[in-house]
């Protein structure tokens, strides 16, 4: 009985592992919805990236365990990220870091090779000026290379939100 149970198990898991993957068909129109959709938040200037690591200029590179992340919304950002690395001139305590909402003060975006976008951002807070360059590719992954004059440059990983509603 206990091998009647067994195979019968392994029949389910292999019916439900050969029902959850895609042909290449169906991956081929995944991917281009998703490129469609990254193209259409990059020219909305409207996009969220969701980092999962984090690169600091000295030390090794971590795994971000919160919901770190980068917004765009137009003509402003929202800056929600780790810091790890020297500062040079900050405020007592700390200050915010790279935690803030500032206006953009220049936006430029450029299409490169194989589809790769590069995004530079200027932001004036009140505590420092940080450029932001990202690089997008058509997936959605993302990099983004922070440097803040007041603070060593860090470098993070992640993933552009795209909601599932755009994909359908």
């Known amino acids: 009985m206990d091998m009647k149970y067994l ?11 050969s029902c959850s993957t895609l042909t290449s068909a169906e991956r081929a129109e995944r991917e281009a919805k998703i490129e469609k959709a990254v193209e259409k ?9 969701d980092v999962s690591m984090m690169y600091p ?6 795994n971000v365990t919160s919901n ?11 800056s929600y990220l780790p810091y790890f690395g020297r500062a040079y001139s900050v405020p007592f305590g700390g200050g ?15 299409k490169g090779k194989k589809g790769r976008t590069k995004v530079e951002i200027d932001v004036d807070n ?8 990202l690089d997008i590719f058509p997936d959605g992954n993302t990099t983004i290379d922070v440097l803040p004059r007041e603070r060593e440059s860090i470098t993070f990983s992640g993933q552009m939100d ?3 509603d755009s994909l359908k």
């Open 7 to 17: 195979m019968v198990m392994m029949g389910l898991v292999l019916v439900v592992v």
């Open 162 to 164: 795209i909601d599932e």
């Open 126 to 133: 009140t505590e420092d000026y940080i450029k932001y360059f």
């Open 96 to 110: 915010k870091g790279l935690n803030f909402a500032a206006p953009i003060k220049s936006y430029h975006s450029e």
């Open 68 to 78: 770190y992340s980068l917004e765009v919304r137009g003509d402003s950002l929202v």
């Open 57 to 62: 200029k000295s030390g090794r590179a971590q």
């Open 41 to 49: 938040m990059l020219a909305e200037r409207r996009y969220t990236v």
